[in-house]
T-cell receptor, first 112, second 114 residues
Framework: DAGITQSPRHKVTETGTPVTLRCHQT?????MYWYRQDPGHGLRLIHY???????DKGEVSDGYSVSRSKTEDFLLTLESATSSQTSVYFC???????????FGSGTQLSVL | AQSVTQPDIHITVSEGASLELRCNYS??????LFWYVQSPGQGLQLLLK??????LVQGIKGFEAEFKRSQSSFNLRKPSVHWSDAAEYFC????????????FGKGTRLSVIA
């Protein structure tokens, strides 16, 4: 299995608070992605990175920011969490584009 | 714009029966197609992929999928389902380049009954 770790695994927070989710990889893969998974919506891309300090928005990027200061870490930040951001968040990595994505185990985030 | 439609939200099959999960896509160029599986509480795992060549591709766990360009479809099949196949299945389409991320369908949840 690919070395990909998401932290925390579970988080409960209050509306209006900042939240940062971390994705850490030990594979030295170039590409990293953040998705959210919601019932009835499947997987939706939030942000992705194609290299250190190279990031771009996905289809549901509003309210989220990301940073990638080194190859192994990709951080997802909710500047001011809202209840609509309650979701399961998945990080994925890949070495050669879309050829094969490896997914983390997910972070369950609840915003109350 | 690229999109993926999985018409069936939930399918229930008996153990040992055959399975077909449907996937239709819309893509402006040569599509690269994927099926991923998600077991409960887990991340997604690649089942199989189609890039070019033989339109019938084999994957892990005994799954196969057939690319039909004329129907814009990439249906997933398995001749005999096992209880451990109960999971959610996602079809995805995109380019090979990671600079153009995959678009996933909304998923089909498979239940297996004895």
């Amino acid at each position: 299995d690919a070395g990909i770790t998401q932290s925390p695994r579970h988080k409960v927070t209050e509306t209006g608070t900042p939240v940062t989710l971390r994705c850490h990889q030990t594979e030295n893969h170039r590409y990293m992605y953040w998705y959210r998974q919601d019932p009835g919506h499947g997987l939706r891309l939030i942000h992705y990175s194609y290299g250190v300090k190279d990031t771009d928005k996905g289809e549901v990027s509003d309210g989220y920011s990301v940073s990638r200061s080194k190859t192994e870490d990709f951080l997802l930040t909710l500047e001011s969490a809202t209840s609509s951001q309650t979701s399961v968040y998945f990080c994925a990595i890949s070495e050669r584009g879309n050829e094969k994505l490896f997914f983390g185990s997910g972070t369950q985030l609840s915003v109350l | 714009a690229q999109s993926v439609t999985q018409p069936d939200i939930h399918i229930t099959v008996s153990e040992g029966a055959s399975l077909e999960l449907r996937c239709n896509y819309s893509y402006g160029a040569t599509p690269y197609l994927f099926w991923y599986v998600q077991s409960p509480g887990q991340g997604l795992q690649l089942l199989l992929k189609y890039f070019s060549g033989d339109t019938l591709v084999q994957g892990i766990k005994g799954f196969e999928a057939e690319f039909k360009r004329s129907q814009s479809s990439f249906n997933l099949r398995k001749p005999s389902v096992h209880w451990s196949d109960a999971a959610e299945y996602f079809c995805a389409v995109g380019a090979l380049s990671g600079n153009t991320p995959l678009v996933f369908g909304k998923g089909t949840r498979l239940s297996v009954i004895a």
